[in-house]
T-cell receptor, first 114, second 113 residues
Framework: EAGVAQSPRYKIIEKRQSVAFWCNPI?????LYWYQQILGQGPKLLIQ????????DSQLPKDRFSAERLKGVDSTLKIQPAKLEDSAVYLC????????????FGPGTRLTVL | GENVEQHPSTLSVQEGDSAVIKCTYS??????FPWYKQELGKGPQLIID?????GEKKDQRIAVTLNKTAKHFSLHITETQPEDSAVYFC????????????FGAGTTVTVRA
């Protein structure tokens, strides 16, 4: 079974630029999560999708972050404009159902904002 | 909101010895407590989890204990091996929502050969 795929693996941008990350969850997994992991900290949930609908985006900084999952499969997370404090690893995870069950994580995208 | 504290931040053990990592949480409604292992350059991987109706769970060399009264839970790794070297994260559900997890800051475990 293929795991969660993410790209790019690394990205370096200047502050105020825009950046987008892509995630393809495990086939058949209805629930998709985006996390932000700052160096030395645990992952922090940004947004959760069930199919193509948002279940929870209470911790997403909506003034600069946006995410979509148009066809209920892959997803993109965008930051516009980026700030220095956005430097982190952005992890995507998926699970087969909401409310319970193991979350499978992708390898993450390491973002550096200069 | 839920606050999860994890100790120690780093742990060095001799191969074959045991490793123990402890976490405390603040939300009495939390009912799901997973542990994740993260190797360099990879995403976290679930290694064991426990729910609030269970006090202890074991899977080969890994065990987790939960004390709901004291709001703390621990990970025990016995007979450590070099491949156990990684960062370990505890997490607790925010309320009764299993999907919404609050993570600890992580423990870097180094197993010395």
């Amino acid at each position: 079974e293929a795991g969660v795929a993410q790209s790019p693996r690394y990205k370096i941008i200047e502050k105020r630029q825009s950046v987008a990350f892509w995630c393809n969850p495990i086939s058949g997994h209805a629930t998709l999560y985006w996390y932000q992991q700052i160096l030395g900290q645990g992952p922090k949930l940004l947004i959760q999708f069930q199919n193509n609908g948002v279940v929870d985006d209470s911790q997403l900084p909506k003034d600069r972050f946006s995410a979509e999952r148009l066809k209920g499969v892959d997803s993109t997370l965008k930051i516009q404009p980026a700030k220095l404090e956005d430097s982190a690893v952005y992890l995507c995870a998926s699970s087969s159902r909401v409310g319970a069950g193991e979350q499978f994580f992708g390898p993450g995208t390491r973002l550096t904002v200069l | 909101g839920e606050n999860v504290e994890q100790h120690p931040s780093t742990l060095s053990v001799q191969e074959g010895d045991s490793a123990v990592i402890k976490c405390t949480y603040s939300d009495s409604a939390s009912n799901y407590f997973p542990w994740y292992k993260q190797e360099l350059g990879k995403g976290p991987q679930l290694i064991i989890d426990i729910r609030s109706n269970v006090g202890e769970k074991k899977d080969q060399r890994i065990a987790v204990t939960l004390n709901k009264t004291a709001k703390h839970f621990s990970l025990h790794i016995t007979e450590t091996q070099p491949e156990d070297s990684a960062v370990y994260f505890c997490a607790a559900s925010i309320g009764s929502n299993d999907y919404k997890l609050s993570f600890g800051a992580g423990t870097t475990v180094t197993v010395r050969a």
